[in-house]
C-alpha cells in the first residue's frame, strides 16, 4: 500500500509540492503519492479528515500552506519546539493517535542560505524586513545560528518591538544573540550582510523604504517571495547586493518535511535545478 500525503492550501493550484516531492520520491526510490488539496476557507479541519478517512493507503502526513498555517498549529495534538515558537505548522505527520505539528520553513531558510547561496548566518549582522507569519517563522532558527546580530523591521515598529520582546524573552533563545525591533525609519545609518524580505510587500508590487546603506559590503539580499522579481530585489541589485529568491527555501522545506516522514535526506539541487529550468 503507497503511503498517502498532500498539501493543503487556498488557493493551491500553482502548487509546486507535489512536483518537488515525487522529484524527491523517484530520487531516493520512496513509494509515495501526494497531492494537492484544495481546501475551503472554513474547511481545513474538515479538509484533513477526509483525506486521513478516504483513499487506498495510509495517510502519513501533509503540509500545510497560505492561509491554514496557524489552524494547522491549532489541530496538531502535539507540536515540536520549533512549531511553538513560529505559532504556526507547515508539515504534519500522522502517527496512530497523534498528529504531530512542526515548521520546517525555517530550517528551510537556514540551509538554503548556508547550502546552496554560501551564506552562513553566523557571525553575520542579520536584518529582517516584516513581523508577519512569515518572519515569526524564521527567527528561531536564524536565532540558532548565532548571528552576530539580528534586527527585526517593521511598517508597523511596535509590532516589530513587540516580536522581538517576545523572542529575547524564549527559553529557547536564552543564551542566543538578543533580537531587537525598529520601524524603518530606525534603519538610517545601519549596515548589515544579510537582509531578508519576509514582508509581503513583493505579493503587491510595493516597495519598502530602506536606506541604500543597509546593503552593506557583500551583502546577500534574501527575498522569501519566488517567481518574480520583486521592488525589494531591485533596490538591493541597485545597491550592489547579491540576491536571492524564496525559491530554494521552498524547495528545502520540502526537504525537511520529506526527512521527517521518509528518514531520507533528499539532493534538493538537481530539484531546485529542474524548477528553475522550467519556471
Ligand atoms: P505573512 O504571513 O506573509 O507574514 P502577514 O502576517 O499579513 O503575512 O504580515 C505581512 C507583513 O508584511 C507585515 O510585517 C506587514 O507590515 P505591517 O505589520 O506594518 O502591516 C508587511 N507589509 C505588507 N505590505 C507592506 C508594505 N507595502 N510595506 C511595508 N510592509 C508591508
Known sequence: MTDRYAVFGNPIGHSKSPRIHALFAAQTGQDISYQAVLAEK?????????????????????????????EAFRLATRRTARAEAAGAVNTLSFEQDVMIGDNTDGAGLVRDLKHNLGCDPAGRRILLLGAGGAARGVILPLLLERPAELLIANRTEETAARLALEFARLPACAGEPRP???????????????????????????????????FGPRCVAYEMVYGRETAFMAQARGAGARVADGLG??????????????????????VLAALRSSS
Open 42 to 70: 472554513d474547511g481545513f479541519a474538515a479538509a484533513v479528515g477526509a483525506f486521513i478517512a478516504a483513499g487506498e493507503g495510509p495517510a502519513r502526513g501533509a503540509n500545510v500552506t497560505l492561509p491554514f498555517k496557524e
Open 180 to 214: 531587537d525591533g525598529t520601524g524603518f525609519a530606525g534603519l538610517a545609518g545601519r549596515q548589515f550582510d544579510l537582509v531578508i524580505n519576509a514582508t509581503s510587500a513583493g505579493l503587491s508590487g510595493a516597495s519598502l523604504p530602506l536606506p541604500p546603506c543597509v
Open 249 to 270: 527555501m521552498l524547495v528545502e522545506q520540502a526537504a525537511e518535511a520529506f526527512f521527517i516522514w521518509r528518514g531520507v535526506r533528499p539532493r534538493t539541487a538537481p
